[in-house]
């Protein structure tokens, strides 16, 4: 199986900066595309960033210019630099990613999801 373990959230406030950290775990083959996703109370959860193997990037539209994604391959681990926050940035925010893993000798897929951190902007 394959774990997703999240940290850097918190209270901060408007204008403030954070980073988001999200290491992922097991037998792990490899791993596509790692994302970021939001979701506030009472709202669905929603893209914040991707990145792929790659490097390519894609983000939010309320996010652009402002957030940053990266990884670290080597480490199986995603990054979300947050800056110039804003209150409608509240929300717990989720790192997914798209992984292949051992199930004994067989070669699975699975999009595996964290456990959510949260990250409160006051104004």
């Known amino acids: 199986q394959v774990h997703l373990v999240e940290s850097g959230g918190g209270l901060v406030q408007a204008g403030g900066s954070l980073r988001l950290s999200c290491a992922a775990s097991?037998?792990?083959?490899?791993?596509?595309?790692m994302g970021w996703y939001r979701q506030a109370p009472g709202k669905q959860r929603d893209l914040v960033a991707v990145i792929t193997s790659g490097g390519n990037t894609n983000y939010a539209d309320s996010v652009k210019g402002r957030f940053i994604i990266s990884r670290d391959n080597a480490k199986n681990t995603v990054y979300l630099q947050m800056n110039s926050l804003r209150p409608e940035d509240t929300a717990v925010y989720y790192c997914?990613?798209?992984?292949?893993?051992?199930?004994?000798?067989?070669?699975?897929?699975?999009?595996?999801w964290g456990q959510g951190t949260l990250v409160t902007v006051s104004s």
């Open positions: 097991g037998s792990i083959i490899s791993i596509n595309a």
């Open positions: 997914k990613a798209d992984t292949t893993y051992w199930s004994g000798v067989i070669a699975r897929y699975l999009e595996v």
